[in-house]
Every structure is written in C-alpha cells, then in structure tokens.
C-alpha cells in the first residue's frame, strides 16, 4: 500500500532539518580560527608562525594606486620585502601596479576576488571566484600564487576547500595593527603589534582603505620605520611568508569542517574539501576591518 503524503512529511522536514544543519556545520567550523588564541595553539601553521628568527611582513586589500606605491617606496627604503594579499578585482583594474608588486621583490597572494562577508554557505561561488583572483595574479605576473587569507579572516568551509583545491596554503596572522580604524595612528599601529609580536610571527597591515576607513592607511604607513626598527633590535629578520618557513605538507592545518558533518540524512552533494584570513571584525570590520 502506498503511504499517505501527510505521513511522510514529518520524515521530509527532519531530513531538510538534519542537511540544513550538516552544510551550516562544515559552512561555520572552520571559521573558529579567526579566534587568535586559538589558531595559534592549536594551528600555528594556519596562524602564520615560522622560523622564530624571522618575522613575515602582510599587506591586505590592494592593489590601490592611490596608497599602495607609498608602501612600496618605503619599503624600499627599509630594504624590505613583504608579502601582499590582493583582490583579483583590483588586480586586474590596475595591472601595472600588481606588476610593479611583483618586480619590486615582494610576493603576490590571493586574499579574494572581492572582499566579500561570507554570511551564507556558497562553495561554488567561493570556488569560482578564488580561482578566477589566482588565474588573475597568474596571467598578470606569469607566477602562480602560493598563499590565500580569506576577507576578514574568515575561513568558512567553502573557502577552505577552494584553496585546498587551488592548491593555496591559508595563513592568517599572528599580530595586526587595527590599522583599518578611524581613530589608527602611526604610535597606535606600532603599539598594537608590538603587543602580539613574537619571534616567528606573522604581521597583518593594510595598503590600502577601500575596506576600511577612510586614509587610515596612513597609520600603517607612518609605523612601518618604527616595526621594521623594532624587529631588528629584537633580531628577527623581516620578510615575505616564502622566506617564513612554514613547510608546506600534506594534512590541512585547520578544524576539519567534513568530520563535523552528521553522517546522517547528509545529502551526496560532495565533500566541501574543507581548508581553510576573520569573521566581521570587531569594530569596524574584521578584526581587521579588512584583513
């Protein structure tokens, strides 16, 4: 005997219910890295920590014509190379520029195609667009990028299974500025690295405002002398995450979005190849109102 519909639909909405929470699950797990504390007892690699002699210099949200070539000059003038997360979006409007990055010393790195707030799961679109910012990077500097730190920070699931199958390592930070505030100064950058900063570490700046306030760029430009001077009284050396030592390997250095599933009424969509930056920053965005 066939059964009745209305007997089946208390089945149905449990199923929808159960898949609904798996795909929020293995969407927000992996997000808890943004917790600093966190990643970086539990996921230093994730976290950005290397050779305890060196520290890695990050700059997040350009190219901008109008900020960037300021940071590149005094960078040049410190005798310094970093590593600068870019938008494809931006990249591509202004090629030049991205070049210019990459001729300069420094290292290219994809931090998105836009800066985009990942409220709701969407790992084809996470997909699509990181591989379009490193198709970017890659026919603007025939060099392929190596590493990926999502808009604020936040490496939901659908993120962290497009680097992993981008072949990009996510590194987020160790030490920020709170460069992205209205309110940012050259002292207030300097002090609030400082506070964080250890031999090994990771810095995240921002070369420009486009996610942020407007010219506070200007504070991460003015501390620059002044961290750079402190690393090296401190003895650390200061340079791009490819001179950080953090091996690349095998296992993905964050929560396992997939093993969170309920193995239960999961739907065969795939596995969201979790891999892994930071979810709205406080205050102004992300922590970085634009890391």
Known sequence: MRPAV?????SGVAVAAVSGAAVAVAHIVPAATWLPRFRA???PRLAGLGRPGHVALTFDDGPDPDSTPHFLDALDRLGVRATFFVLG?????????TR???E????????????????LP????????TARAVHALHEITGRRPTWYRPPYGILTGGRWAAARRLGLRPVLWTAWGRDWTADATAASVRATVHA????????LLHDSDRASSPDC???????????????RDAGWQVGPLREHGIARDDGPDVPDAEAARPRQHTPATGRPAPHPTRPPHPAHHHPHSTP
């Open 6 to 10: 209305g007997a089946l639909a208390p």
């Open 41 to 43: 007892v539990c996921f």
């Open 89 to 97: 979006e931006s990249a591509v409007r202004f090629p030049e520029l």
């Open 100 to 102: 210019d990055i990459a």
């Open 104 to 119: 300069r010393g420094h290292e290219l790195a994809v931090h998105g195609w836009t800066h985009s707030r990942p409220w």
């Open 122 to 129: 969407a790992p084809g679109r996470d997909l699509r667009e």
């Open 196 to 203: 964080d900063l250890r031999g090994g570490g990771t810095i």
């Open 217 to 231: 760029w200007h504070a991460a430009l003015g501390a620059l002398p002044g961290l750079i001077t402190g690393c």
